[in-house]
């Protein structure tokens, strides 16, 4: 009994946390509609400043407290609206989704920046060593007033919404905003409040766990995905769901760390990852969907043509080869890792850029696929690969079939949900026998993973491992492509648009999805099978949540519906960082923000960059000799330094020349056809009537084909015999 | 036996009563009408018969078989299509491509193993969309997207179908011709439900007419009867085109 009540104690002032954090995170969900997956990075943000005022700068705690939770946390809620939410209003939830979670990349980023992870850091409890003694039992100071804390936010939320105008204002931006706004609610300052206040809330809980929870950035971040699972309870709308939600999540925590048997090496991850497996069994008692209808986008993806798939394979290929050929062994081993996890980050074209769905557990199943390389692909035998592809595809199914039915938001915390349980408890278990199955993970530390051997060739130095894994790149990117152009494709696209119309055509949606789902589950265990024979020694933290945090993020700003996002993500986290990083060393530092900071930008520009770079070269593109001149003085290039001519930095300098010379000269030769085209007065180029003027130019052509349109002849006639220049002015006139 | 028919369909929306024991039925080789002022209940309605839309009560049969809880999927399959009024495009394709989609999911599921390819094209040529075949959906004008969702529709073969004022934006010209098709669909066998502001099509092309107000049923009869009906002629307040 006195165990029992000990647990019940410390499972309600966790649940106490949770419930704070999670109400913040509802009031800023429910007012501005945007879920804020940075909500627990701002109260650890919180947590780490305050250990700088009290423990490095020596001030009280409660000027501390006060200047965190009133002044500074309110401050940084309004800067982030003003910054960064309030442009995300009208974009799609995929975006604001991607700049939330650049928001807690980047801010995990700037922890690490400027309080270095690894020194020893702690935080104190409040009253440290006071009890209240209750005969049966004792509950710590700090127990009691975070329990009470917890108590005083309830009633302060519910006077708050209820008893003042800004409540009330808040409650009817949250019905609707369009309406709000005709009645004078002024929804800036109602959205500005509710940050400022959220981001206080998000504070609070902060400080008050890290006494318990340790002082790092990434398992702080983490620890309050336990409270978005509160937030669900409440399907992020319910405040008092919220509470009864981060109740049951406490308590089950406390009583997990009380009565789970010790020395069993199997369930102490359960613990870690109890709150998580709640979230998903939340989530999955979410309400049926109402199919999904009328989606509109800003984004577009055209399939790509057959010379731009020829294109671009043959010049990643080159590329990849240039590079095998010309880099150190060193630089080998780092730079082939632009194509493995290229090839984790195609897996996110088909799902997330043809159909549409969201999924934040990419780098999971390349981890999967890569235990399944360790294990099954003994030796390098390629067959690791084929079990690797098979094998994800079929957990892909067991995550995509209880997920699916949710969409957006809720997609992304089911999927992230799974990640973070194989971080937490999965990846950590010692071997185990499943029926009549061997499993064997990662050992409970690391793995070794043999490099491929293909027909008795072993592939194991750098220079043949590069050449490989930019083969795999250019035939699954290959792959994708054609896809892109096939039924298939054509489908996915459709049902990102219209869910509702594609079952009015008989489609069977939930195996539409769940076979894209499984497709991109393979790929990404591919990827992750082939990035495991580079690593030659893999642990879980390869394949983290955070770790595949920035891969999704960098797919979406390249551009998720192009292969060249794909390859984006690649070369911008793993050859443009390493290189920046190894010409300026003190750039090292802002490593781990940049990606942040350029997913942050992504709601300017929804397509993403591919298709910018892609228009950027237009010119280049469509002139085949100036095309042909520069691959030939790229080849150039490439033999002299083949022929030991010049080392290092040369060749990149010669290309560069190269590349600006060619794209100089396309441009000039593009501007002097220009003129003939540009008078918009041939008829055989289709353009709807309406778009005349817009689209291209108005010209006596065009006039006369408006004019036939409208059964105008006549009427022009007539004008023309009056006056020769009538005609043109009734025109110009709208 | 009727090939669609609805049986005192109602719809909630928490206090709000959308549809109150509307009825409805549709025989192949007719066009059967479905009118009403705005907020009717005439869209609600195609929602509940496809299945996107489910009833508080009352049922849906589709060929004798009750399909009241059937998914929207499985109506596709027993031959029932649809167009919508807000377009539910795939803004990412051609106009091509929307049909095509349409067209390859239809293969899919019945069986039925001619080109998809050349029945687009024939689609496209019915519903006189040829011209504009490549150029992307959205770029398109209103009156000829609308006809994209008809040609989409078609590519599933259906024994029902659904218009939903697929002729807002047309001009006249291309609403008789439209009118044409109609009789065209109708005279294969189609039976054919049609929700239209446009009287004048509506009272040429239509064998019967329902009209819907407040989500109940006003009236059913021939165009005659229903242009003379004292009811429907208060609700329109002098919209209806005088019986000539």
Request: hydrophobic share 50%; glycine share 10%.
């Given at each position: 009994?006195?165990?029992?009540?000990?647990?019940?104690?410390?499972?309600?002032?966790?649940?106490?946390?949770?419930?704070?954090?999670?109400?913040?995170?509802?009031?800023?969900?429910?007012?501005?509609?945007?879920?804020?997956?940075?909500?627990?990075?701002?109260?650890?943000?919180?947590?780490?400043?305050?250990?700088?005022?009290?423990?490095?700068?020596?001030?009280?705690?409660?000027?501390?407290v006060v200047l965190v939770l009133l002044v500074?946390?309110?401050?940084?809620?309004?800067?982030?609206?003003?910054?960064?939410?309030?442009?995300?209003?009208?974009?799609?939830?995929?975006?604001?989704?991607?700049?939330?979670?650049?928001?807690?990349?980047?801010?995990?980023?700037?922890?690490?920046?400027?309080?270095?992870?690894?020194?020893?850091?702690?935080?104190?409890?409040?009253?440290?060593?006071?009890?209240?003694?209750?005969?049966?039992?004792?509950?710590?100071?700090?127990q009691a007033i975070t329990i009470g804390v917890a108590v005083l936010v309830?009633?302060?939320?519910?006077?708050?919404?209820?008893?003042?105008?800004?409540?009330?204002?808040?409650?009817?931006?949250?019905?609707?905003?369009?309406?709000?706004?005709?009645?004078?609610?002024?929804?800036?300052?109602?959205?500005?409040?509710?940050?400022?206040?959220?981001?206080?809330?998000?504070?609070?809980?902060?400080?008050?766990?890290?006494?318990?929870?340790?002082?790092?950035?990434?398992?702080?971040?983490?620890?309050?995905?336990?409270?978005?699972?509160?937030?669900?309870?409440?399907?992020?709308?319910?405040?008092?769901?919220?509470?009864?939600?981060?109740?049951?999540?406490?308590?089950?925590?406390?009583?997990?760390?009380?009565?789970?048997?010790?020395?069993?090496?199997?369930?102490?991850?359960?613990?870690?990852?109890?709150?998580?497996?709640?979230?998903?069994?939340?989530?999955?008692?979410?309400?049926?969907?109402?199919?999904?209808?009328?989606?509109?986008?800003?984004?577009?993806?055209?399939?790509?043509?057959?010379?731009?798939?020829?294109?671009?394979?043959?010049?990643?290929?080159?590329?990849?080869?240039?590079?095998?050929?010309?880099?150190?062994?060193?630089?080998?081993?780092?730079?082939?890792?632009?194509?493995?996890?290229?090839?984790?980050?195609?897996?996110?074209?088909?799902?997330?850029?043809?159909?549409?769905?969201?999924?934040?557990?990419?780098?999971?199943?390349?981890?999967?696929?890569?235990?399944?390389?360790?294990?099954?692909?003994?030796?390098?035998?390629?067959?690791?690969?084929?079990?690797?592809?098979?094998?994800?595809?079929?957990?892909?199914?067991?995550?995509?079939?209880?997920?699916?039915?949710?969409?957006?938001?809720?997609?992304?915390?089911?999927?992230?949900?799974?990640?973070?349980?194989?971080?937490?408890?999965?990846?950590?278990?010692?071997?185990?026998?499943?029926?009549?199955?061997?499993?064997?993970?990662?050992?409970?530390?690391?793995?070794?993973?043999?490099?491929?051997?293909?027909?008795?060739?072993?592939?194991?130095?750098?220079?043949?491992?590069?050449?490989?894994?930019?083969?795999?790149?250019?035939?699954?990117?290959?792959?994708?492509?054609?896809?892109?152009?096939?039924?298939?494709?054509?489908?996915?696209?459709?049902?990102?648009?219209?869910?509702?119309?594609?079952?009015?055509?008989?489609?069977?949606?939930?195996?539409?999805?769940?076979?894209?789902?499984?497709?991109?589950?393979?790929?990404?265990?591919?990827?992750?099978?082939?990035?495991?024979?580079?690593?030659?020694?893999?642990?879980?933290?390869?394949?983290?949540?955070?770790?595949?945090?920035?891969?999704?993020?960098?797919?979406?700003?390249?551009?998720?519906?192009?292969?060249?996002?794909?390859?984006?993500?690649?070369?911008?986290?793993?050859?443009?960082?390493?290189?920046?990083?190894?010409?300026?060393?003190?750039?090292?530092?802002?490593?781990?923000?940049?990606?942040?900071?350029?997913?942050?930008?992504?709601?300017?520009?929804?397509?993403?960059?591919?298709?910018?770079?892609?228009?950027?070269?237009?010119?280049?593109?469509?002139?085949?000799?100036?095309?042909?001149?520069?691959?030939?003085?790229?080849?150039?290039?490439?033999?002299?330094?083949?022929?030991?001519?010049?080392?290092?930095?040369?060749?990149?300098?010669?290309?560069?020349?190269?590349?600006?010379?060619?794209?100089?000269?396309?441009?000039?030769?593009?501007?002097?056809?220009?003129?003939?085209?540009?008078?918009?007065?041939?008829?055989?180029?289709?353009?709807?009537?309406?778009?005349?003027?817009?689209?291209?130019?108005?010209?006596?052509?065009?006039?006369?084909?408006?004019?036939?349109?409208?059964?105008?002849?006549?009427?022009?006639?007539?004008?023309?015999?009056?006056?020769?220049?009538?005609?043109?002015?009734?025109?110009?006139?709208? | 036996?009727?090939?669609?028919?609805?049986?005192?369909?109602?719809?909630?929306?928490?206090?709000?009563?959308?549809?109150?024991?509307?009825?409805?039925?549709?025989?192949?080789?007719?066009?059967?009408?479905?009118?009403?002022?705005?907020?009717?209940?005439?869209?609600?309605?195609?929602?509940?018969?496809?299945?996107?839309?489910?009833?508080?009560?009352?049922?849906?049969?589709?060929?004798?078989?009750?399909?009241?809880?059937?998914?929207?999927?499985?109506?596709?399959?027993?031959?029932?299509?649809?167009?919508?009024?807000?377009?539910?495009?795939?803004?990412?394709?051609?106009?091509?491509?929307?049909?095509?989609?349409?067209?390859?999911?239809?293969?899919?599921?019945?069986?039925?193993?001619?080109?998809?390819?050349?029945?687009?094209?024939?689609?496209?040529?019915?519903?006189?969309?040829?011209?504009?075949?490549?150029?992307?959906?959205?770029?398109?004008?209103?009156?000829?997207?609308?006809?994209?969702?008809?040609?989409?529709?078609?590519?599933?073969?259906?024994?029902?179908?659904?218009?939903?004022?697929?002729?807002?934006?047309?001009?006249?010209?291309?609403?008789?011709?439209?009118?044409?098709?109609?009789?065209?669909?109708?005279?294969?066998?189609?039976?054919?439900?049609?929700?239209?502001?446009?009287?004048?099509?509506?009272?040429?092309?239509?064998?019967?007419?329902?009209?819907?107000?407040?989500?109940?049923?006003?009236?059913?009869?021939?165009?005659?009867?229903?242009?003379?009906?004292?009811?429907?002629?208060?609700?329109?307040?002098?919209?209806?085109?005088?019986?000539?």
């Open positions: 009994m006195d165990k029992f009540l000990v647990f019940t104690i410390v499972g309600l002032s966790t649940a106490a946390i949770y419930a704070i954090i999670a109400s913040g995170l509802v009031v800023t969900y429910t007012t501005t509609g945007i879920f804020n997956f940075a909500h627990g990075a701002t109260g650890m943000l919180a947590a780490f400043t305050y250990w700088q005022f009290t423990v490095k700068f020596g001030w009280s705690v409660w000027l501390s500074l946390a309110p401050l940084f809620g309004m800067l982030l609206d003003r910054v960064i939410m309030r442009g995300l209003e009208g974009t799609s939830e995929a975006t604001k989704l991607v700049v939330s979670i650049s928001l807690l990349v980047a801010m995990i980023g700037l922890a690490q920046w400027i309080w270095e992870p690894g020194k020893a850091r702690t935080v104190k409890p409040f009253f440290v060593g006071q009890k209240i003694d209750f005969g049966v039992t004792t509950i710590t100071y700090h309830a009633i302060v939320l519910r006077l708050l919404l209820f008893s003042t105008r800004m409540g009330v204002a808040m409650r009817s931006v949250v019905d609707d905003r369009g309406l709000a706004r005709l009645n004078g609610a002024r929804t800036g300052v109602v959205s500005q409040f509710s940050w400022a206040f959220g981001t206080s809330l998000a504070a609070l809980g902060g400080i008050l766990i890290v006494s318990s929870a340790g002082l790092s950035a990434p398992v702080l971040s983490l620890l309050i995905v336990n409270a978005y699972a509160a937030a669900v309870f409440g399907r992020l709308r319910s405040l008092p769901m919220t509470f009864l939600g981060a109740i049951i999540i406490g308590c089950a925590d406390g009583y997990l760390s009380g009565y789970l048997p010790a020395g069993n090496p199997y369930l102490p991850g359960l613990r870690l990852a109890a709150p998580v497996i709640l979230l998903f069994i939340a989530l999955l008692a979410m309400p049926n969907k109402q199919l999904r209808s009328h989606v509109r986008t800003r984004e577009y993806f055209p399939a790509p043509s057959r010379r731009g798939i020829v294109m671009f394979t043959s010049l990643v290929f080159a590329f990849g080869m240039v590079l095998a050929t010309t880099l150190s062994k060193p630089d080998l081993s780092t730079y082939a890792k632009i194509f493995a996890v290229g090839v984790v980050a195609l897996s996110l074209v088909p799902l997330v850029g043809f159909a549409g769905q969201i999924s934040l557990c990419q780098l999971s199943f390349a981890g999967i696929g890569a235990i399944v390389m360790a294990h099954l692909g003994e030796g390098g035998n390629p067959m690791g690969l084929v079990w690797a592809v098979v094998i994800c595809a079929l957990v892909g199914a067991l995550v995509a079939l209880p997920a699916l039915r949710l969409s957006g938001i809720y997609l992304a915390l089911a999927t992230a949900a799974f990640a973070v349980v194989l971080d937490r408890w999965i990846f950590n278990l010692p071997n185990f026998r499943l029926g009549p199955v061997d499993i064997s993970l990662f050992d409970q530390g690391s793995v070794a993973v043999k490099p491929l051997q293909v027909f008795g060739v072993k592939l194991g130095d750098p220079r043949s491992q590069m050449v490989v894994v930019v083969v795999l790149f250019v035939l699954v990117a290959l792959f994708v492509m054609i896809l892109h152009r096939s039924a298939f494709g054509r489908r996915l696209l459709a049902i990102r648009d219209s869910e509702a119309a594609c079952a009015t055509f008989g489609l069977n949606l939930l195996w539409a999805r769940l076979s894209v789902f499984m497709l991109s589950a393979a790929i990404a265990g591919l990827g992750g099978a082939v990035y495991a024979t580079q690593l030659s020694a893999i642990t879980p933290t390869n394949f983290d949540f955070f770790s595949g945090l920035p891969i999704f993020m960098m797919v979406v700003v390249g551009g998720a519906g192009y292969v060249g996002g794909a390859l984006f993500a690649g070369v911008g986290l793993q050859g443009f960082l390493p290189v920046i990083v190894k010409l300026w060393p003190s750039f090292a530092k802002f490593q781990t923000i940049t990606p942040g900071l350029i997913g942050i930008s992504l709601g300017k520009q929804p397509s993403g960059a591919a298709p910018q770079f892609s228009e950027g070269f237009a010119e280049l593109r469509d002139d085949p000799p100036v095309l042909a001149t520069m691959l030939v003085g790229f080849a150039g290039a490439w033999a002299l330094r083949l022929a030991g001519i010049y080392q290092g930095w040369g060749m990149v300098v010669v290309m560069g020349a190269v590349f600006v010379g060619a794209a100089i000269a396309a441009r000039s030769r593009a501007s002097k056809r220009v003129p003939a085209e540009s008078e918009g007065g041939d008829l055989s180029v289709e353009v709807p009537l309406e778009w005349v003027g817009v689209t291209v130019p108005w010209t006596a052509e065009r006039l006369a084909d408006v004019d036939r349109h409208l059964n105008l002849e006549e009427f022009a006639a007539d004008v023309d015999e009056v006056s020769g220049g009538t005609r043109e002015a009734i025109h110009a006139a709208p | 036996m009727p090939l669609l028919e609805v049986r005192s369909a109602t719809v909630k929306f928490g206090g709000n009563i959308a549809l109150s024991e509307v009825s409805l039925v549709a025989e192949p080789g007719q066009v059967t009408g479905l009118i009403g002022p705005n907020g009717a209940g005439k869209t609600t309605m195609f929602n509940v018969i496809s299945g996107l839309q489910a009833l508080t009560s009352g049922q849906v049969f589709l060929d004798g078989q009750d399909v009241s809880r059937a998914s929207p999927t499985k109506r596709a399959r027993l031959g029932l299509a649809r167009t919508f009024q807000r377009l539910e495009l795939f803004t990412m394709l051609s106009v091509r491509d929307n049909v095509r989609v349409a067209a390859d999911i239809y293969r899919g599921w019945s069986g039925v193993k001619t080109d998809p390819a050349t029945r687009v094209d024939e689609i496209l040529g019915r519903v006189g969309l040829s011209e504009v075949a490549d150029m992307r959906v959205t770029a398109v004008p209103t009156g000829q997207a609308r006809l994209v969702e008809l040609a989409r529709a078609l590519a599933c073969a259906p024994r029902v179908l659904l218009l939903d004022e697929p002729a807002a934006g047309q001009d006249d010209t291309e609403t008789e011709r439209f009118a044409g098709l109609l009789r065209e669909l109708a005279g294969d066998g189609v039976a054919v439900v049609l929700v239209e502001h446009d009287v004048h099509l509506v009272v040429g092309v239509c064998d019967v007419i329902n009209v819907l107000d407040f989500g109940r049923v006003l009236a059913v009869g021939t165009p005659e009867q229903i242009q003379a009906d004292p009811a429907v002629r208060e609700a329109y307040l002098g919209v209806m085109v005088e019986p000539s």
